[in-house]
Nanobody
Framework: QVQLVESGGGLVQPGGSLRLSCAAS????????MTWYRQAPGKEREWVGD????????NYADSIKGRFTISRDNAKNTVYLQMNNLKAEDTAVYYC???????WGQGTLVTVSS
């Protein structure tokens, strides 16, 4: 079964950190670029960034550049989103996906609040 499962979301104070994980199964994870999106309450889904098949050259949205880092472990079929210096405006449901195949996870909620 083709599946992406995100985890690691939760409530964090402004300035704090979280690491999200996205575990893949049912397809050849290492063959695909992985992408993170987020959707804040009442807003459209927003591209966060992506990482190519073998890691290396990542791309980020300007809104999170310098604070978030995407990495992957192909041996574990997992992609990560390390989020530092979190702000209230980072509150959203975060999704990982394989855009080229239309595979999306169910999302994990990140709430940044004091």
């Amino acid at each position: 079964q083709v599946q992406l499962v995100e985890s690691g979301g939760g409530l964090v104070q402004p300035g704090g950190s979280l690491r999200l994980s996205c575990a893949a199964s049912g397809f050849t994870f290492s063959a695909y670029r992985m992408t993170w999106y987020r959707q804040a309450p009442g807003k459209e889904r927003e591209w966060v960034g992506d990482i190519p098949r073998t890691g290396g050259s990542t791309n980020y949205a300007d809104s999170i550049k310098g604070r978030f880092t995407i990495s992957r472990d192909n041996a574990k079929n997992t992609v990560y989103l390390q989020m530092n210096n979190l702000k209230a405006e980072d509150t959203a449901v975060y999704y990982c996906c394989v855009l080229s195949r239309g595979i999306w996870g169910q999302g994990t909620l990140v709430t940044v609040s004091s």
